[in-house]
């Protein structure tokens, strides 16, 4: 059974930064895409940042090119997202899964909220 566990959320101002972390266990982590995820309240959820296995091929969201920054360590099953310059429109929850997303992944996430 595959488990996702985020961590790093937080309250910061407009222009902040944060970095959150997914570790995933239970699967074969090393060899799968894994994207960030992110649901507003009220809206639905949308992919932010993806990364091959390898991490050779990037994907963001085009209101997230050149703030946040996705990584991945396949030695410690954990993918990363480094976000800066936040805007009060990145607040949400935000969630690793696979690209595409498998419905029983989904782990609790990381509440990002972002204050004018």
């Known amino acids: 059974q595959v488990q996702s566990v985020e961590s790093g959320g937080g309250v910061v101002q407009a222009g902040g930064s944060l970095r959150l972390s997914c570790v995933v266990s239970?699967?074969?982590?090393?060899?799968?895409?894994i994207a960030w995820y992110r649901q507003a309240p009220g809206k639905e959820r949308e992919p932010v940042a993806a990364i091959s296995w390898s991490g050779d091929h990037i994907y963001y969201r085009a209101s997230v090119q050149g703030r946040f920054s996705i990584s991945r360590d396949n030695a410690k099953n954990t993918v990363f997202l480094q976000l800066s310059s936040l805007k009060p429109e990145d607040t949400a929850i935000y969630h690793c899964?696979?690209?595409?997303?498998?419905?029983?992944?989904w782990g609790w996430g990381a509440t990002v909220t972002v204050s004018p």
């Open positions: 239970g699967g074969t982590f090393s060899t799968q895409s």
């Open positions: 899964n696979l690209l595409p997303p498998v419905d029983d992944y």
